[in-house]
């Protein structure tokens, strides 16, 4: 398996053009399979459990620490971020940006040395954004399956997990209508499946659906015209000094909501109730959403996870 591994990832990086877009078209699946190949619950956790994230700015470390917050006492993490860093550069095949500065924090361990540890209940793999560019000149399906081979080799009831995220508010094929038709025509089709074709049947990679719930809570509260502290979709994103809003990367409140998915789907357990007044990994207050935005974020994250079927929960 690790030789055949070896070949893809040396033969994609001699293939161009026309034949690279071949080759990957002819290993794509279909949403449908993928979803069935997922399809069924995962026992659920008994206690606290060990978590690695890898990936880059999208989890940065505000996430991470707000999770371990809302989970059982005794959860622990450790990661490896970097700037827009794809999981080919993780592995060690392209340059990461901005490690030095992303990873000096107490919470950083190589991401090799980690994942071979095997002392990780799960794992949760980030691919970088723009997705299709990460699929086009990345091969995000090749080395999705390499660290989950690794991962399962050094732990072979690890669990691993696929974390979704998004692109920018200003895309010109609206923000909303991507994050739709996204989910099975590149994170299902492009990168879960292909990446699973080359894993032993059985298997499994399930999704963290944070794109997919936050496209759910902005409908709800744009709906809403507002709901406490949050008008509209640009309430859940940083904004600069300026207070322009930056179009990709998400504030305290944003954060929240997207811890809430990966507690959802890591503990088997309803985010409905968690608490809302949070620290950030500094140690500082994070900026809350109000209790009836919390509540709305808290029921949308418990709701979306459920419907779609990708996390190993039952319904």
Known sequence: MASRRKAIVGGLGAIAGAGAIYHLWTRRPSAAAVRERLA????SPTGPISVYHLGHSLVNRDMPAMLAQLAPPGHRYDSQLGWGTSLKAHWGDAEIDGFEAENAHSRFRPAHEAVDSGEYDAIVLTEMVEIRDAIRYFDSAT???LWAEKAIAARPDVRLYLYETWHRLDDPDDWLERLDRDLDRYWLRQVLGPALQELPQGTRINLIPAGQVLAAFVRVIEAQGGVDNIRDRTDLFAR????????????????YLVSLVHFTVLYHASPVGLPTALRKADGTPALAPGARAARLMQETTARIVVSLGLSGIAA
């Open 143 to 145: 080395y999705l399956a």
């Open 240 to 255: 600069g000094s300026d207070g322009a809003v930056d179009p990709i990367h998400l504030n305290d409140m944003g954060n």
């Open 40 to 43: 069924g619950e995962l026992a």
